[in-house]
């Protein structure tokens, strides 16, 4: 995979990934070439966008335990997903999630669904948390990508089919969700005053999911995530930060990246070293950019911030 900085010129935007163990953005070069995982930690990001949205690609099996992104060879228009018709029919890992419920699944996916597999337990800022599962190979990825503050490995299972089976459980038996908006998460790593809360929080959701699992005759392991380093800015309630006040999805922006945490930075804008910015890359997603010495709107910033 490419890591160096990308040149100046128009992308479809993937996301942010986390695959190189550090958060990158994912672009795909127009008119084509192969995907460049561009750095953003402590980068200035200068960029426009512009409109509709565009195919992201697929994923395919590089091996038995690995899956690698691609991009869409026709740099095509997004259907009603994320995907063109053509990428969404192509791709060997979309039917992952309904891996424990269908037999029938493609043999690449099912090799992949074979190796050991976590059930996870993470918890966002303001104390919402999830329950989720994560391949060996990307059991430190898949949570750092996530954008958790606080999170515990509960227990290992020997496979994907039997970790989503305890998932499901857990959902059913403890009304503990799979999923936490993007928009949640965003909003509450801009107000975070304090971490006491959401670790209170985590811990209780840890010891009821433990007794869950011990009840179901699952052996538990209570292993604690370690969060990346590049987050540790944004988890810690220093310094006064709000809102990005302007829509990502229009215009142009420029800001450097000072932390992240999942698809989530703190950003701080030109000239400006009294307010950082959280804002939210994911949005860029399925948009086509323009990487280039862009600047962000001026701010009006309210005086009762300071």
Not at 124 to 139: C, H, L, M, N, Q
Not at 148 to 161: E, F, Q
Not at 189 to 194: E, K, M, P, Y
């Amino acid at each position: 995979m490419s890591v160096t900085r990308p040149t100046d010129g128009e992308y479809v935007c993937h996301g942010v990934t986390w695959a190189t163990g550090d958060p990158r953005l994912l672009l795909a070069p127009l008119p084509d070439g192969p995907l460049v995982y561009a750095e953003i930690m402590n980068q200035r990001l200068g960029f426009s966008v512009g409109a509709d949205r565009w195919c992201t690609g697929r994923y395919r099996f590089a091996d038995t335990v690995r899956v690698e992104a691609l991009a869409c060879p026709d740099r095509a228009p997004a259907g009603q997903g994320d995907q063109c018709a053509r990428c969404f029919r192509q791709d060997e890992f979309r039917f992952a999630h309904q891996f424990h419920q269908d037999g029938n699944v493609p043999k690449a996916l099912r090799q992949y669904m074979d190796q050991p597999h976590w059930l996870y337990l993470a918890t966002f800022a303001d104390g919402a948390s999830k329950v989720g599962t994560a391949a060996e190979p990307r059991k430190q990825s898949r949570l750092d990508e996530q954008g958790a503050l606080i999170a515990t490995y509960m227990t290992k299972s020997s496979d994907g089919r039997a970790v989503r089976h305890l998932e499901d459980a857990i959902t059913r038996g403890l009304q503990m969700p799979q999923t936490v908006r993007a928009a949640t998460k965003l909003k509450a790593l801009a107000t975070l005053t304090d971490l006491t809360a959401a670790t209170m929080t985590h811990d209780h959701h840890v010891a009821r999911a433990a007794g869950a699992l011990t009840a179901m005759d699952i052996s538990v392991m209570l292993e604690k995530w370690n969060p990346p380093a590049e987050g540790g800015r944004m988890r810690v309630a220093k310094g006064i930060r709000m809102l990005y006040p302007h829509d990502l999805r229009e215009d142009e922006h420029g800001f450097t990246v000072v932390s992240c945490v999942g698809t989530q930075v703190l950003a701080a804008l030109d000239g400006d070293d009294d307010l950082d910015y959280v804002l939210d890359l994911g949005t860029l997603k399925g948009r086509r950019i323009t990487l280039g010495p862009f600047s962000s709107p001026t701010t009006a910033v309210q005086s009762s911030l300071f």
